[in-house]
């Protein structure tokens, strides 16, 4: 499996991140994961590679899958390996990768990609 189509939002993030930082945008707005995501994050997430950016705790990403073929699969947060098996059952399916904090609930999309079966 590879993806495609590969959208980053990193930029975004950084301009939201240096707005809280200078009190011009509250943090709440980015503090809003629902609390499906943080249970994914437990189950489906992996650790990134820096820390929370708002509190410093454990920050954990997780691919969420979407796409019409997909039926009640659609919406939810699957594994790198359970991505595989749906494309290669449904073909393209679109994944966004989250990132979650599960102590102070920040959230954001980092990427959005599609992924497809070689």
């Not at 899958?65 to 390996?81: D, M, N, P």
């Amino acid at each position: 499996m590879s993806y495609r189509d590969r959208v980053s939002h990193r930029l975004t993030r950084a301009r939201a991140l240096r707005e809280i930082k200078a009190g011009r945008m509250r943090a709440s707005a980015v503090r809003e994961a629902d609390p499906l995501l943080i249970a994914a994050s437990s189950f489906h997430g992996l650790p990134a590679d820096v820390p929370c950016p708002l509190c410093g705790e454990e920050l954990r990403y997780v691919r969420w899958i979407y796409g019409e073929k997909l039926g009640r699969r659609s919406g939810t947060a699957r594994s790198e390996e359970e991505i595989a098996e749906i494309a290669q059952e449904v073909g393209p399916v679109t994944v966004h990768l989250v990132e979650v904090c599960r102590a102070c609930e920040f959230n954001y999309l980092v990427e959005s990609m599609t992924a497809i079966v070689d």
